[in-house]
């Protein structure tokens, strides 16, 4: 897809393309209610992976007076944000 900016609004341009009839086969037999071009960005990009957050588990567990920190910033800036405390444990 690509986008052109006139007056800082932005407009859809569809190009076309040639393809060989094999490649126009395939695209249809991936197509079924999608557009070509919803086809073929989902063979051209890629899903991003989600990251696993508990590689990040005891990452810190010998680092006891920066997680206290941590906590008390924490808790300040939902003081100053919120108006509320924060019951954060280590």
Not at 11 to 34: H, M, T
Not at 35 to 60: H, T, W, Y
Request: glycine share 6%; proline share 1%; net charge positive.
């Amino acid at each position: 897809m690509c986008i052109h900016y006139v007056y800082g609004k932005a407009f859809r341009v569809a190009r076309q393309i040639s393809v060989s009839n094999e490649v126009y086969e395939l695209l249809s037999k991936r197509k079924g209610k999608k557009s070509f071009s919803q086809v073929i960005k989902e063979n051209l990009c890629p899903k991003e992976e989600k990251k696993d957050i508990m590689r990040f588990a005891g990452a810190m567990k010998n680092e006891r007076k920066k997680l206290e920190q941590l906590n008390a910033k924490i808790a300040a800036e939902r003081e100053a944000n919120y108006g509320r405390d924060f019951e954060g444990s280590i």
